[in-house]
């Protein structure tokens, strides 16, 4: 503690931390208010005296921790008051120690499993002296052209909302001031993931109904969860960029939602204001983020160049600048950076330890999704292979496994899958190994031919192919989402051979896999699964764990189809099997007046190649007995529900049990099917479980026409089955009396 610090540490209840950010606060000059509120980049020579003069709140992308510990002694001991750096990296899916990427995470469908990841990652990432992730990112997204996808939790505001906030209590932690906990962001807010074409910084137009009913509502879920700051997205939304949004910032997050930590803009998004076309210069920028409520700027410099001026000419308020300061500094409080602004690296856990490993590995085995498995090819079994051929530009390379946001993550410590492959079948089986393909893109087939050997020479073929990690991310979107480069050709050459073929994809999006599906056996999709991609994927692929991911986004047959997702509105003509027609099929000669004239594409149907919610296992589920404590409920009640669930299959294996519901008639229109409720169950061959689910009345509500939060009286249907195409079926009212 420094002899400035304003009130001791004693106090640490909330209102201690706000107390002494007050009293804090009434000692600090303007220039250090407003350095408060900036946040820098590390690595400028200039940095250190910044820090000393108090311009600097906070430090992104420091991540060497003599270096940091240096600049929070300049913080604590050369500043005037004393007051300690908040250190941000992005630690997004882990820090050393790399889990899946956040969709492959999703994937899980398991908020415990998740939340031990968030967890790892802030421990590693606290012993290099980093406070503060920008993550979670619970942005929906329906469009997997859409780079950031990777980095998203998928398609629907309720599996998103849950695991948002299992993320943010794994890196929160229940008290920030614990050792090891870092205070976590909930980014981007709001509608970053409806960019137009799926291209990143694009245009975002979200009506405003659902933009509640949707997109914000993973948002309160990080907020219900007790998440520190939130970020401002760069983009557009129905016209006013988000970091200049009032209704964002001040209707939505301050006023209706009481939330009193701090908002943080995006990368240079309160300049950038002004190129959007919002702004006509830095200033009115500043003033702008300013009077909506962004309380720290990251990169650019338009606070601390114009916050100045705009007080003294009388534009903004002192008041609105000491609010945001606040914001700050109680965070700072609560992370106990006063009293503790240094780390000591040797009084945490080894970073990629074998713990973090199994972590690790674990949630990558999660997260893998069996998307087809025909003939029981999977798994491969050590007693009946004699040789194996593994082919693919993906299956040998420790950093492609890794996938986007690996800013501290290292390939050395990557296990990758043909090194895991070796290491399960020991001298069993005898694997032969070509790459074909330098990377997911090359077009050369140079090394086709040594595959095609190896395939024949074989008795299976296991093919890592899918997409390398620079094909997903920020500002890496696709119009196309197939397989890249020369992949379907190598797969169709593989295949020419006749051998049975496991297709493993490694990628950061859904891929149309329609082209390649049909010419292989089995598909394991297991998103980019980071550091220990190889041992969780061989032992899937071996059968030692049955696949138990399921899907978080709906996989589209063709990119002509995006959006595609799962809870979409019935229409009023809506398609079914019988009431539409195949482009193959119009006959060439008739004049036919109807082709089914429901919502369909005559090339693609309606429906996904796989659905959200699907995954197969190497065991089978069989859901019956649904019950419902009444099949009439009143308003404010609870609906309790349960199902019986057994393993029919030979293996134990987990399954995800969902359930849905429609609500069949609303003052807007509702979705066909709605996800309510999840759990995870792991069940021996021959068990079964009841499982069961409580619905409130309150978690029926939507917002109306006129944005009121309400649940109406009326009729539901709800399923429960292990996708969103379940079958177990069964209705109920909610009525205002019994
Ligand atoms: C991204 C943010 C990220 C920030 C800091 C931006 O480009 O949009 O999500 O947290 O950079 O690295």
């Known amino acids: 503690m420094t002899p400035q610090s304003p009130l001791t540490p004693t106090i640490s209840d909330a209102k201690g931390h706000e107390l002494r950010a007050q009293a804090l606060l009434s000692?600090?000059?303007?220039?250090?208010?407003?350095?408060?509120?900036?946040?820098?980049?590390?690595?400028?020579?200039?940095?250190?005296?910044?820090?000393?003069?108090?311009?600097?709140?906070?430090?992104?992308?420091?991540?060497?921790?003599?270096?940091?510990?240096?600049?929070?002694?300049?913080?604590?001991?050369?500043?005037?008051?004393?007051?300690?750096?908040?250190?941000?990296?992005?630690?997004?899916?882990?820090?050393?120690?790399?889990?899946?990427?956040?969709?492959?995470?999703a994937a899980s469908w398991n908020p415990e499993r998740i939340k031990e990841g968030a967890k790892i990652a802030a421990v590693e990432a606290a012993s290099a002296g980093v406070n503060w992730t920008f993550a979670?990112?619970?942005?929906?997204?329906?469009?997997?052209?859409?780079?950031?996808?990777?980095?998203?939790?998928?398609?629907?505001?309720?599996?998103?909302?849950?695991?948002?906030?299992?993320?943010v209590a794994g890196f929160q932690s229940d008290d920030l001031d614990n050792k090891g906990s870092i205070a976590a962001c909930a980014k981007h807010l709001a509608g970053y993931g409806a960019v137009e074409s799926g291209m990143d910084y694009n245009t975002v137009n979200i009506p405003e109904n659902e933009l509640r009913n949707v997109y914000l509502r993973p948002?309160?879920?990080?907020?219900?969860?007790?998440?520190?700051?939130?970020?401002?997205?760069?983009?557009?939304?129905?016209?006013?960029?988000?970091?200049?949004?009032?209704?964002?910032?001040?209707?939505?997050?301050?006023?209706?939602?009481?939330?009193?930590?701090?908002?943080?803009?995006?990368?240079?998004?309160?300049?950038?204001?002004?190129?959007?076309g919002y702004t006509a210069n830095d200033k009115e920028s500043a003033l702008c983020a300013l009077s909506v409520g962004i309380d720290m700027?990251?990169?650019?410099?338009?606070?601390?160049?114009?916050?100045?001026?705009?007080?003294?000419?009388?534009?903004?308020?002192?008041?609105?600048?000491?609010?945001?300061?606040?914001?700050?500094?109680?965070?700072?409080?609560?992370?106990?950076?006063?009293?503790?602004?240094?780390?000591?690296?040797?009084?945490?856990?080894?970073?990629?330890?074998?713990?973090?490993?199994?972590?690790?590995?674990?949630?990558?085995?999660?997260?893998?999704?069996?998307?087809k498995n025909d003939h029981q090819t999977l798994p491969l079994s050590k007693q009946t292979l004699n040789s194996l051929a593994v082919i693919g530009p993906l299956a040998d390379d420790g950093y492609e496994q890794m996938g986007t946001w690996v800013f501290d993550g290292e390939s050395r410590h990557s296990h990758t899958c043909l090194q895991a492959l070796h290491d399960h079948v020991g001298d069993e089986v005898d694997i032969r190994f070509v790459r074909a393909m330098e990377t997911s893109r090359s077009k050369s087939q140079h090394e086709f031919e040594q595959a095609v050997e190896i395939a024949q020479q074989s008795d299976a073929v296991v093919m890592f192919v899918g997409e390398e990690s620079i094909l997903s991310g920020e500002a890496h979107c696709r119009a196309e989402i197939n397989l890249p480069g020369n992949?379907?050709?190598?797969?169709?050459?593989?295949?020419?051979?006749?051998?049975?073929?496991?297709?493993?994809?490694?990628?950061?999006?859904?891929?149309?896999?329609?082209?390649?599906?049909?010419?292989?056996?089995?598909?394991?999709?297991?998103?980019?699964?980071?550091?220990?991609?190889?041992?969780a994927i061989a032992e899937l692929l071996f059968g030692l764990v049955s696949p138990s991911g399921k899907l978080p986004v709906s996989f589209p047959r063709a990119v002509g189809q995006i959006p595609i997702y799962y809870s979409k509105k019935n229409t009023g003509r809506p398609p079914s099997w019988d009431n539409i027609t195949h482009i193959d099929d119009i006959d060439g000669a008739a004049v036919q007046t109807s082709l089914g004239m429901s919502s369909f594409h005559l090339d693609a149907g309606f429906t996904p190649l796989f659905p959200f919610g699907f995954g197969l296992s190497y065991s089978q589920f069989e859901y019956s007995d649904i019950a419902l404590s009444s099949n009439r409920i009143v308003l404010g009640d609870t609906l309790n529900i349960t199902a019986q669930l057994r393993n029919t299959g030979a293996v134990e294996a987990q399954e995800v049990v969902q359930l849905y519901i429609r609500d069949l008639v609303g003052n807007v229109t509702r979705p066909i099917k709605e996800l309510k409720g999840f759990e995870k169950i792991r069940l021996k061959p021959g068990?079964?479980?009841t499982v069961s689910f409580s619905l409130h009345t309150d978690d029926l509500a939507f917002y109306n026409q006129k944005m009121q939060l309400v649940t109406e009286l009326g009729d539901f249907h709800l399923w429960i089955g292990g996708s969103s195409e379940a079958e177990l079926f069964t209705e109920f009212e909610i009525v205002e009396t019994l």
């Open 27 to 105: 000692k600090m000059t303007l220039e250090e208010k407003i350095g408060q509120m900036s946040q820098v980049t590390g690595g400028s020579w200039h940095l250190p005296q910044d820090i000393q003069e108090g311009k600097v709140g906070s430090v992104i992308n420091e991540v060497n921790v003599e270096t940091v510990n240096e600049l929070q002694r300049v913080a604590m001991e050369e500043s005037r008051l004393g007051i300690p750096l908040l250190i941000g990296r992005d630690v997004i899916h882990g820090f050393k120690t790399i889990f899946p990427i956040p969709l492959g995470q």
């Open 136 to 167: 979670p990112m619970i942005d929906i997204t329906r469009d997997p052209r859409w780079g950031r996808i990777a980095e998203s939790l998928g398609e629907d505001p309720y599996l998103c909302g849950e695991l948002g906030a299992a993320m």
């Open 219 to 276: 948002f309160k879920k990080a907020l219900d969860a007790g998440v520190a700051t939130f970020m401002s997205s760069f983009s557009d939304l129905n016209g006013v960029p988000a970091s200049g949004n009032e209704f964002l910032m001040k209707q939505v997050l301050r006023k209706e939602w009481d939330f009193k930590g701090f908002v943080v803009s995006d990368w240079e998004s309160i300049k950038e204001l002004s190129v959007h």
């Open 297 to 371: 700027e990251m990169a650019s410099t338009t606070y601390a160049d114009h916050l100045a001026t705009l007080l003294e000419e009388n534009k903004i308020k002192l008041h609105e600048v000491d609010t945001m300061v606040l914001n700050v500094l109680t965070l700072k409080f609560k992370l106990g950076l006063f009293e503790n602004p240094y780390t000591n690296p040797n009084e945490f856990p080894e970073l990629v330890n074998e713990k973090h490993l199994q972590a690790a590995k674990l949630s990558a085995q999660e997260g893998c999704v069996l998307l």
């Open 487 to 535: 992949q379907a050709e190598l797969i169709e050459a593989i295949a020419a051979t006749g051998k049975p073929i496991v297709l493993v994809v490694l990628a950061g999006r859904p891929l149309t896999l329609a082209p390649v599906i049909d010419k292989v056996d089995a598909v394991l999709y297991a998103w980019h699964p980071g550091t220990m991609a190889g041992p």
């Open 687 to 689: 068990e079964s479980q």
